[in-house]
């Protein structure tokens, strides 16, 4: 291979990331610190009462909030150009945050799915059968498979020596053993938890809408919709194009490495780039299931949607009396053979 060919290979343009991702990184600092504080207050203050699903919601919760609290380090790390100031030790911190955020969001998303499956569609077996304790056990079990998933990621370099880099995967002289280890992450930790949901929420999906169950309520049938319909976004927008494209971007840097050249390498890293962002979003997006899984707040949402509904009703109604008061207002001081015409035509 020519040496042209080296030299543009080689050349990566990051002004892209500079821009993009402090950006985002604003955003879902802002969105997700309040929106995943209110859905904390909210849980947290009705503790007693707390339902098994809300412990998933919890979760989600704190997860969210350990991420987003590393954001503003990450948004300084990209402003300057990709210079980070905080240490090794503060790099590898801030990394793991946000895996732990990203598949502790995906584990918890499988058991509200899978506990939403058994309610609907097997509602009989699982009847006083599932307890909060229950929820309890089950969210410690996903921590500890999320962290053994995400602590094989401490052992790699995020750096080179001598440079203020925080990779967020790995340095080219380690990337031959993480891409294998970054494979084999993306089946336990996505692949195999987006096939349960697909499955459970598939068939939650077919009985509500091809079965008459008088068990079920409208509202009820409403909220299982709506919390498909969230997490199919979830993983399209967050996690899929996420996942696809780190293993792609790893891959060209192998190849970039051995001493390929194609320009779709670049592509390939800025696409990288947005879905880094999208998968942040995850974190601004995840309160949105408290939201439908809540019932007095649906509540509360029909009925100051009801209001809204009625009180735009009024107005129009009030805004049309006044235009008819101002027409008839308006015709005597017409002439009759004028205000005849106008009868007739309308």
């Known amino acids: 291979m020519s040496a042209e060919n080296n030299t543009r290979c080689s050349v990566v343009d990051k002004t892209f990331t500079s821009v993009f991702l402090p950006s985002v990184y604003v955003i879902v600092f802002f969105i997700g610190v309040i929106s995943n504080c209110w859905g904390l207050r909210r849980l947290l203050a009705k503790w007693t009462t707390i339902g098994y699903i809300k412990v998933f919601v919890l979760n989600l919760g704190i997860a969210d909030l350990l991420y987003v609290i590393t954001l503003p380090f990450l948004v ?30 995906i584990g918890f998303l499988t058991c509200i799915s899978v506990y939403r499956y058994l309610g609907i569609v097997h509602p009989m077996k699982v009847m006083g059968r599932i307890r909060v304790c229950h929820s309890v056990i089950i969210s410690v079990i996903t921590w500890v498979l999320v962290v053994a998933q995400i602590v094989p990621d401490f052992y790699f ?83 899929i194009p996420y996942h696809v494209l780190r293993n792609l971007n790893l891959k060209t840097r192998v190849l970039q490495i051995e001493g390929e050249c194609n320009d779709a390498f670049n592509h390939i890293y800025v696409s990288y780039q947005v879905s880094r962002g999208l998968a942040c979003l995850n974190s601004a997006m995840n309160p949105l299931v408290y939201l439908v899984i809540n019932d007095k707040v649906i509540i509360k949402m029909n009925v100051l949607s009801r209001r809204a509904r009625r009180s735009l009703g009024h107005l129009s109604a009030r805004n049309y009396t006044a235009v008819d008061v101002q027409v008839v207002r308006y015709h005597p001081r017409r002439d009759d053979s004028l205000l005849k015409t106008d009868n007739v035509q309308a």
């Open 76 to 105: 300084c790390y990209y402003a300057m150009g990709e210079k980070w100031i905080f240490g090794h030790a503060f790099c590898k911190i801030t990394r793991f945050c946000f895996n732990l955020n990203l598949y502790g969001s």
């Open 157 to 239: 370099n995020k750096s080179d020596q001598n440079s203020t880099a925080c990779y967020d995967t790995t340095s080219n002289d380690e990337i031959y053993e993480y891409l294998p280890y970054s494979i084999g992450w993306t089946i336990t930790g996505f692949c195999i938890p987006l096939l349960v949901i697909l499955v459970c929420y598939g068939h939650v999906a077919f009985v509500l809408t091809n079965r008459k169950m008088p068990s079920v309520n409208s509202l009820m049938k409403q909220r299982c919709l709506k919390l498909i319909a969230i997490l199919t976004v979830l993983f399209v927008v967050c996690f």
